[in-house]
């Protein structure tokens, strides 16, 4: 376990651990209970608690009810069902550190469309309405949260008596162990990707089903959906959508390729994506803002081009990955370095570092669209009350950190050949500030 020792230091992990662990589900509790109930005014949140005080938090957090439990169990099963059974190309992940290739079957944007249709059918034929899901999204988030913690507990048992690969093994630590995950690429059998399942098939797929179930609320509530909710909603959706098409690409990142899986990872993509990346569109549904064709199609126009930019950028590095360097970017040939590093089994490998196209002005610029596409589908709530920025200002700190984790891992494996690309491109997020 070599890899997260070098990049999380005891302390910061214990620091990390105890304050997601402590105050992370209670804060979820309170985003849904201010976003629902308190108007999104942390005001309100605040004077309540401030009267009733533990009274009124016990008040506050709903009990996981039978109906939420059943949502979550046919949604998580009906995602589980797609990943197995939808076709898809065969796909190879990045090499692992211990050698090893995992293979994937790419069926994410199949999953997508099946999973929408499916959703927005039962609806329309008035088998289901999703208006249910709002109604009780406390308990499902109560429950989630509670479900979440057993599935790590899960995941940490089956890392020490089933592990998948040899990607896995102890630091030593039981915290640390479970904070951070066992192991890389644990799977039931021989095709059921946990990581997929929790990163994309339960966290990515519950962002736009939320998103559209938000909607569909709006429309119940009012007899129409107002401008506002319709930019927030189709930027949002779009970008989901992004994310299944290019989801191959995902499976190469940081997330999957070097976080292991542990309560860091998927208590996040299982509780915080589902709750903290939809609770803009949770405000909206009883907050019907009406922005005015001129500015809503400005927003959009803008939310568009940066999802654009964050896919053509990511687009970008996979061609230039997949064709060797031999590709054309922007036009020209690509700038590079070819870099040499060791693998823990001790050969030696190269990559290469692309230093040109969109990879030229920052280490990091793809992180630059993506936090102004979040700003683009939260602006529709307007300036009235700060809480449908939080998820905004939580991405920011998590790219910034992501970035900075990413730098310092490149660094420790490239030696020389990282401080020659960081010379060439000094600048690691925003171009010629940061």
Known sequence: ???????????????????????????????????????????????????????????????????????????????????????????????????????????????????????????????????????????????????SFVFCIFLYIKGHLAPSSSDSGSSGNVIIDFYWGMELYPRIGKNFDIKVFTNCRFGMMSWAVLSVTYCIKQYELYGRVADSMLV???????????????????????????????????????VWVPSVYTSHGMYLVNHPVILGTQLALFIFVIGLLCIYINYDCDRQRQEFRRTNGRCLVWGKAPSKIVASYQTTRGETKTSLLLTSGWWGLSRHFHYVPEILAAFCWTVPALFNHFLPYFYVLFLTILLFDRAKRDDDRCSSKYGKYWKMYCDKVPYRIIPGIY
């Open 232 to 270: 927030n909603t189709v930027l949002m959706l779009l970008y989901v959508t992004k994310f299944f098409w290019w989801e191959a690409g995902y499976w190469c990142t940081m997330d999957i390729a070097h976080d292991r899986a542990g309560f860091y990872i998927c208590w996040g993509c299982l």
């Open 1 to 147: 376990m070599g890899e997260s020792k070098n990049v999380h230091s005891a302390l910061v992990t214990y620091t990390s651990m105890i304050s997601l662990l402590t105050l992370c589900p209670p804060f979820v509790i309170l985003l849904w209970y201010t976003m629902v109930h308190a108007d999104g005014s942390v005001l309100k949140t605040y004077e309540y608690l401030r009267q009733h005080e533990l009274q009124g938090f016990k008040n506050i957090w709903p009990t996981p009810s039978p109906i939420a439990w059943k949502i979550i169990a046919c949604f998580g099963a009906f995602e589980a069902f797609l990943q197995l059974a939808l076709p898809g190309k065969r796909v190879e992940g990045p090499v692992s550190p211990s050698g090893n290739i995992p293979v994937y079957k790419a069926n994410g944007l199949q999953a997508y469309g099946v999973t929408l249709i499916t959703y927005l059918s039962l609806w329309w034929f008035g088998i289901f309405d999703p208006a249910i899901v709002y109604d009780h999204l406390g308990e499902i988030y109560a429950a989630l949260i509670v479900g």
